[in-house]
């Protein structure tokens, strides 16, 4: 397994909306692989393909707690087919915007569909801190970025210090 460079802000693939994946193979399950173990390196929650400069439409996650064994999930085509009416608010974070926290209010729970590692058609129900993360996640797949949740005036300081620092940087990419 390889750990990824992961894609920084202000980078504009960030913002590219996501491919549909045709065919689930064994150099996407490797893939699949390569995102944990860079999720896990980061360290983080959750990760979409486009961080890591792919765009297509997958995301792994594993929202265990550190003392927890690992439970890793990986999300091929996710779509939210229903959201509750209730919301929730949490501090969100994102390994392409790294040391930025802000709360964001969303559903608190979400049904997604999503083919599995294999392929298979599978569906969940997610609430907490899964639901948060899944939605953040797949909001990367359609170039949504967490601070669009936020007020503009945040938004404009976050991307004006990160483009600031790119520079400095030389690049966009870890």
Known sequence: MT????VLL???ILRQPSKTVERVDDDLRRFADDMLETMYDAPGIGLAA???G???RMLVMDVSKEEDEKNPFVLINPEIVSSGDDVSTYEEGCLSIPDYYAEVERPATVTVNYLDRDGNKASLT???LFATCVQHEIDHLNGVLFIDHISKLKRDMVVKKFT???KQRGGTRL
């Open 50 to 52: 486009i961080q890591v």
């Open 54 to 56: 792919e765009p297509i």
């Open 164 to 166: 600031k620092l790119a």
């Open 3 to 6: 750990i990824k460079p992961l």
């Open 126 to 128: 997610a609430d907490g």
């Open 10 to 12: 202000p980078d504009p």
